[in-house]
């Protein structure tokens, strides 16, 4: 644990709130970085064995690297590197995103006790992982740009 994890948690719980408060349609650029590098951080600290690469195969975690893939798809388009339509056009994924996240996910969050610790890397990308698909569809759905 590094002595600046809990800075950098209470400034992203700051970001994420002032982002979504204040300009919720670019929420989901937002949201693309950030699953980048919380994906990252679960890679670099928790995969040290076997049952720790088994365990990014769970449900949550399946689906949040098809968020990222989903966020990447029109992250690029919107900057101009693909030509094609990005899956981020596709109402069809929407709606079974949206089901996910406002169903599984939500239900996890009570169920599973998830705790928002910001000097704790493990429990905060647990926290993001069921928490903000449900803020990110919200913003998705009423704010799309």
């Not at 979504?20 to 650029?29: A, D, F, K, V």
């Not at 990222?68 to 590197?81: C, E, F, R, T, V």
């Not at 994924?93 to 928002?116: D, E, K, R, S, T």
Request: hydrophobic share 50%; proline share 5%.
């Amino acid at each position: 644990m590094s002595p600046y994890s809990f800075f950098f948690g209470l400034m992203n719980l700051m970001a994420t709130s002032f982002i979504l408060g204040h300009t919720p349609e670019y929420y989901w650029i937002f949201m693309a970085i950030k699953s980048f590098f919380y994906l990252y951080q679960i890679w670099k600290f928790r995969l040290q064995t076997t049952q720790d690469l088994l365990f990014m195969l769970e449900f949550c975690w399946f689906i949040c690297h098809g968020q990222m893939i989903y966020l990447s798809s029109g992250l690029l388009k919107a900057a101009g590197l693909t030509s094609g339509v990005p899956l981020s056009y596709s109402r069809q994924i929407f709606y079974g995103y949206w089901g996910f996240a406002n169903g599984p996910f939500a239900l996890a969050v009570v169920l599973l006790n998830n705790a928002l610790v910001l000097h704790d890397i493990p429990n905060l990308s647990s926290a993001f992982i069921h928490l903000s698909p449900c803020s990110l569809v919200w913003s998705m759905r009423w704010y799309s740009p």
